[in-house]
């Protein structure tokens, strides 16, 4: 871990570290392999920590993948954290095998429609303390709560009312054992909402991250400029660079993230933040265990090729690899492909264009920019 001065945040333990108040920086990521896949999963798991994963994030979405965790946990020391999506109710039988459980109020709504919201977060809340398990409450400005989405149309405002809305709840319930994370693809508007959320709660600890960062050197760049004007003024108690590589090169994550720390440490900013809003901007997700189709990393290889030449556009094409994030994410966006199983979703704005084969999409995605840059 990577000591940094920071604001005095509140303290809370996450298995065999402490996140907030004076406590170093953690640096995490999370595996992208299928967590059903044991001995992938494994490896990567200890490739991480060789290289200095304070924490490990696997997605968990079914009971098989239950099953696999199980199968892990008596295999590995790491601090392992679990990524529940719209099935919250698996976090019962994750939590004895993890340290920390991260929801996405976004994410509440897809199941049990007649629940109270209030409801599925105190089942939550007693679950992490019933295990001695430390929490994340993961706001993303893909998967916005649609009732806060309909009553407040900016999605910054949007995102902070329900940050806030879940922070009261789950203090309601009296536990105060969480971290917050406000995730945006665009890093100026992390560095906006990260300042605006530690103006009105400076005592709770924030896990930073720029969601789609991309390909690398982009990607690096985007997180850089939000990590940098962030952790120089103390906001950030642990991060995670997401970057889309192959599964082969995901601890250059941590690598990545230890050397911002360090370099913000040592007082040198490396980030470009005038590359930021301007000509061309490919988006893409980390991919993680729930990518639908394995092509999707050279998807999004050959989506970057393709364009080098229209670095002036002012485009952004954003490349997702599964449904959870990617309808949500490719609405913001000039033109979005989201993976499905065997066909790519290709998306104008929040229209869809159609389903390709992964062979086919290219073409089609180029017709779609000529459009899009002739009526420019
Ligand atoms: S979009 Fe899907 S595959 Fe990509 S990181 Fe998010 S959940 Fe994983």
Not at 122 to 148: E, H, Q, Y
Request: glycine share 6%.
């Amino acid at each position: 871990m990577t000591s940094l001065h920071t604001r005095k945040t509140r303290k809370i333990p996450i298995g065999s570290l402490f996140v907030g108040g004076d406590a170093p920086i953690a640096v995490q990521s999370m595996c992208a392999t299928h967590t059903t896949d044991i001995d992938e999963t494994l490896a990567q798991i200890n490739l991480l920590e060789d290289k200095g994963a304070d924490f490990i994030r696997i997605a968990v979405d079914s009971r098989k993948d239950v099953a696999a965790l199980k199968e892990l946990r008596p295999q590995t020391n790491a601090n392992l954290v679990v990524d529940l999506q719209e099935n919250y109710r698996l976090a019962k039988e994750v939590a004895p095998y993890v340290q920390k459980i991260r929801y996405n109020p976004g994410h509440l709504h897809h199941h049990e429609r007649d629940k109270e919201v209030i409801e599925k977060v105190k089942f939550l809340v007693g679950v992490c303390k019933d295990n001695d398990c430390a929490m994340r409450i993961g706001v993303n400005f893909g998967s916005l709560d649609p009732n806060v989405k309909e009553e407040v149309e900016d999605p910054m405002d949007s995102a902070l009312r329900s940050a806030f809305h879940h922070v009261e709840m789950v203090e309601g319930f009296d536990f105060h054992r969480f971290v917050v994370s406000l995730k945006s693809s665009d890093p100026l508007k992390v560095v906006e909402i990260y300042k605006k959320f530690a103006a009105q709660r400076p005592d709770i600890p924030l896990h930073l991250g720029v969601t789609e960062a991309g390909m690398l050197p982009e990607g690096e760049i985007k997180s850089r400029v939000a990590f940098e004007q962030l952790l120089a003024v103390g906001i950030g108690d642990t991060i995670r660079v997401s970057l889309t590589l192959p599964n082969s090169e995901k601890h250059k994550e941590i690598e990545i993230g230890h050397k911002i720390v360090e370099d913000v440490k040592a007082g040198r900013f490396r980030s470009v933040p005038e590359f930021i809003g301007k000509g061309l901007n490919v988006i893409s997700c980390p991919s993680c265990s729930r990518v639908e189709n394995g092509a999707f990393v050279e998807l999004a290889q050959e989506v970057k090729k393709v364009t080098e030449s229209l670095k002036d556009k002012d485009i952004t094409i954003a490349v997702m690899g599964c449904r959870v994030n990617g309808p949500g994410e490719t609405d913001h966006a000039d033109l979005g492909l989201w993976c499905g199983p065997n066909h790519v979703n290709l998306k104008r704005g929040s229209e869809k264009i159609g389903a390709f084969a992964y062979d086919e999409v290219i073409p089609r995605l180029m017709q779609e920019i000529e459009a899009l840059t002739k009526n420019a």
